[in-house]
C-alpha cells in the first residue's frame, strides 16, 4: 500500500529562522496535499500541488512538487510563533477518494 | 472557506456503550466525508470513506460492525461506535470533501474527543 514519510519529526527553530518539511512517497501521485494543525486544533487544509515540478507560494510559505511526482516540501520563510502547529501532507489514490496522511512535522517556533 | 461542524465535541461513556457522533457540512454539500481517529501526537488515521446514499468504505483493519457509518444526506455523517471499550478513546476529526473542478479539498470539523471509562 501507499506510504508517505515526512522528515523531520519534529523541528525546533528560532523565530525569524527558515523552515523545511519533506514529504516522500513511495509511489507516483497524481496529486499533493498539505494541511496544518494548530495545537489542540483541527487541520486546515493549505494547498494542493497537481502538476510535475509545481511551485505555489503563500505569503511566507512555498510549496513545491517534485519533477517526479514522488515528493513535495514546504518551506516557511522567516518563522513566526504563528506558525507553530503540525504540518501534513497527505496524498490520495489515483481514484482521488481515499487520503494518506503523512506523520507529520511539528515545529516549536522560539520567540 | 466552507464549514464542517461535529457533535458532541467531547464524550465520556461507560464500556459497553455505543456512542453516536455527528457530522455536518453547514454551507455547502458535501460529495464525500471521511472518518479520521487521531491519537495523541500521531498522525491521522483514515477510518473509512463514505458517499451519500451508498455504503461506507472502510480502511483495513477498522471494523464496519463496530464503526457503523451513516450517510443520510449530502450534509450530514454520523459514526456510531458500538459497545465502546477503553481502547476506542481517541480523537476523532470527520472531514467533508467536494470536487471543484479537479480539486478536492478536505474540510475538517473540529473532532470529537471520546474516552471510554
Known amino acids: 500500500g501507499q506510504q508517505v514519510m515526512q522528515i523531520p519529526q519534529y523541528q525546533h527553530v528560532q523565530e525569524g529562522e527558515d523552515f523545511t518539511t519533506y514529504c516522500n512517497s513511495s509511489t507516483t501521485l497524481s496529486n499533493i496535499q498539505w494541511y496544518k494543525q494548530r495545537p489542540g486544533g483541527h487541520p486546515v487544509f493549505l494547498i494542493q500541488l497537481v502538476k510535475s515540478g509545481e511551485v505555489k507560494k503563500q505569503k511566507r510559505l512555498t510549496f513545491q512538487f517534485g519533477e517526479a511526482k514522488k515528493n513535495s516540501s514546504l518551506h516557511i520563510t522567516a518563522t513566526q510563533t504563528t506558525d507553530v502547529g503540525t504540518y501534513f501532507c497527505?496524498?490520495?489514490?489515483?481514484?482521488?477518494?481515499?487520503?494518506?496522511f503523512g506523520p507529520g512535522t511539528r515545529l516549536s517556533v522560539l520567540p | 472557506g466552507a464549514v464542517v461542524s461535529q457533535h458532541p465535541s467531547w464524550v465520556i461513556c461507560k464500556s459497553g456503550t455505543s456512542v453516536k457522533i455527528e457530522c455536518r457540512s453547514l454551507d455547502f454539500q458535501a460529495t464525500t466525508m471521511f472518518w479520521y481517529r487521531q491519537f495523541p501526537k500521531q498522525s491521522l488515521m483514515l477510518m473509512a470513506t463514505?458517499?451519500?446514499?451508498?455504503?461506507?468504505?472502510?480502511e483495513q483493519g477498522v471494523e464496519k460492525d463496530k464503526f457503523l457509518i451513516n450517510h443520510a444526506s449530502l450534509t450530514l455523517s454520523t459514526l456510531t461506535v458500538t459497545s465502546a471499550h477503553p481502547e476506542d478513546s481517541s480523537f476523532y476529526i470527520c472531514?467533508?470533501?467536494?470536487?471543484?473542478?479537479?480539486?478536492?479539498?478536505?474540510?475538517f470539523g473540529p473532532g470529537t474527543r471520546l474516552t471510554v471509562l
Open positions: 472531514s467533508a470533501a467536494w470536487t471543484k473542478w479537479l480539486i478536492n479539498e478536505q474540510f
Open positions: 463514505s458517499n451519500e446514499g451508498s455504503k461506507a468504505t472502510y
Open positions: 497527505a496524498q490520495n489514490d489515483n481514484y482521488g477518494q481515499n487520503f494518506v
